[in-house]
């Protein structure tokens, strides 16, 4: 998807990404950057990608972003580094970090009941006795579980922020005289024994901060880590962010490629968080750094240690994992066969990817717009290993360059 204004917003974004970030671009050889757009925009053409958005950050520092494509295929938009895009599961870490902040505040602890917390009971029906922790919350292994096709019923399309309250929901979801409660939202297995990735139990960890800090997450979320960050175009809720920078969805089924109008959710601390590959990368360089970005903390070191620590060991384990592919630290894993640490995400329309390899020495961030074929998602693991093989050979010019 060659486009022409592909080299004038390469050079725009570069422009903006130095004046924001205020660090120094690493030198990247014309070869280098032929071959990665070549690559990038040759997927793009093969598959109908719309738009798609990739930062790269090398030793805890950015050297590189840019944007392909459009965010508005119609208007012939395109899809730059301050694109704002919904981003799915990665909300989750950001929930994490609100988590691991409210420990620090000793407002909760990872290892209390979480019916210490919440104004209803949750007891999973074929454990009744058993505790539910907030770390098995956070490590996907509470025994509580998404229910389908129930939840995907759960998305709100162009019509705003969702109207019905994420403890209103929670409680209609797990208390026994809720009106979406069934046994099928538990699993049949003791908390801590089977892991099974879910995304309400995240919206659940979601709540209880809510509930122990006495302020919604969407504001503890700012308070604490998007103004610290000046992160000033990321937000929980469509209501607010800048609509006109945000990009359109896609959905390509067969040949057509079709537009998905924007949505919402209840459960929005599991998936809402929407921002742009230039601000996240903010954030995950913060991550990748025990909790600083520029000089700006927004955890203690010891709460991203906490955070990014694998819970789990040989001895101590879910029946189910196998740790040569799968750990977890607090909504934080490993990925690509235990070869990479963060968080994905996906949702319609939606694609994305931080992750950094686990010596923390080189970071990819990658923001698709457009859902894919299931015989075409290979593709995104194609374009984030191509860019992962960039970072390494920009990381090796850097580092000749000293």
């Not at 990247?28 to 053409?45: A, P, R």
């Not at 770390?135 to 109207?163: C, K, V």
Request: hydrophobic share 40%.
């Amino acid at each position: 998807m060659k486009s022409k204004f592909a080299i004038t917003f390469y050079l725009a974004t570069l422009i903006f990404f130095q004046h924001v970030i205020g660090q120094q671009v690493a030198t990247v050889t014309s070869e280098t950057k032929i071959s990665i757009d070549s690559f990038i925009e040759q997927k793009m053409m093969e598959t109908g990608i719309v738009g798609l958005g990739a930062s790269i950050i090398v030793d805890k520092k950015f050297v590189w972003a840019k944007g392909y494509g459009c965010a508005d295929k119609e208007n012939k938009k395109p899809f730059t580094i301050s694109t704002i895009m919904n981003i799915g599961s990665i909300a989750k870490n950001f929930t994490g970090v609100c988590l691991m902040k409210a420990v620090e505040e000793k407002k909760i602890a990872l290892d209390d009941d979480i019916n210490i917390y919440l104004p209803f009971k949750i007891i999973n029906p074929y454990f009744p006795n058993e505790k539910i922790t907030i770390r098995n919350l956070a490590t996907h292994t509470s025994g509580l579980a998404d229910r389908y096709p129930f939840y995907d019923s759960t998305y709100l399309y162009g019509a705003g922020d969702s109207p019905e309250d994420l403890g209103g929901f929670l409680k209609s979801y797990f208390d026994v005289n809720g009106k979406y409660y069934s046994k099928e939202n538990f699993l049949n297995y003791k908390p801590g024994t089977y892991y099974q990735y879910s995304n309400l139990p995240a919206a659940l960890a979601g709540y209880i901060v809510e509930i122990a800090t006495g302020k919604k997450l969407n504001v503890y979320g700012k308070e604490h880590i998007f103004s610290p960050l000046r992160m000033k175009n990321t937000g929980w809720f469509l209501s607010e962010i800048n609509l006109a920078n945000h990009t359109k969805l896609y959905d390509k089924s067969g040949d057509t490629i079709k537009p998905i109008q924007l949505y919402s959710f209840p459960t929005y601390p599991e998936g809402g968080v929407r921002t742009s590959v230039v601000e996240l990368s903010k954030y995950f360089v913060a991550l990748l750094n025990d909790g600083v970005y520029n000089g700006v903390r927004i955890l203690k070191k010891e709460s991203v240690q906490e955070m990014q620590t694998f819970q789990f060991t040989a001895l101590n384990k879910p029946d189910n994992m196998n740790l040569a592919k799968l750990n977890t630290g607090i909504f934080w894993a490993t990925k690509m066969g235990a070869t990479r640490i963060g968080h994905n995400g996906s949702d319609p329309g939606v694609r994305t990817f931080m992750l950094s390899d686990l010596a923390k020495e080189i970071g990819v961030i990658l923001f698709v717009n457009t859902k894919l074929s299931e015989k075409d998602e290979g593709v995104y693991f194609d374009i984030y290993e191509e860019l992962y093989k960039f970072a390494k050979r920009l990381k090796f010019e850097k580092d000749i360059g000293r």
